[in-house]
């Protein structure tokens, strides 16, 4: 699946070890350049990544939220704990919808 140990080895790639003369300075790389906001983030570039992890959080948010409501329907008071769980429930909805959403507008739809 991609990694290192399931490639066959190549004897011409194995390390040895580098000689230098210790006399002669290196140069140093310059500085790269900074990249631009669309390449840092991959849900910014994506439509289809943006509604798949958006719709799964919203839906998340809403089972977290449903089985902290269920023994409150059945007639139990609410414990801290049930409360605090269904503000997790709500915040991970709220954070789907932000990512449906895209509020600030860097996404833009990739044809």
Do not use: H
């Amino acid at each position: 699946m991609g990694s290192f140990m399931s490639q066959p080895l190549d004897p011409g790639k194995v390390a040895g070890p580098e000689v230098t003369s210790p006399a002669i300075p290196t140069a140093t790389p310059a500085p790269a350049a900074s990249t631009s906001p669309a390449q840092t983030s991959l849900l910014s570039n994506c439509w289809s990544c943006r509604v798949l992890s958006g719709s799964g959080l919203i839906g998340a948010g809403g089972y977290v939220y449903w089985v902290a409501r269920k023994p409150m329907k059945l007639g139990y008071p609410p414990s801290p704990w049930t409360i605090t769980q269904m503000v997790i429930g709500i915040s991970i909805a709220c954070w789907g919808v932000v990512i449906l959403t895209d509020p600030k507008g860097k996404a833009y739809r990739v044809v």
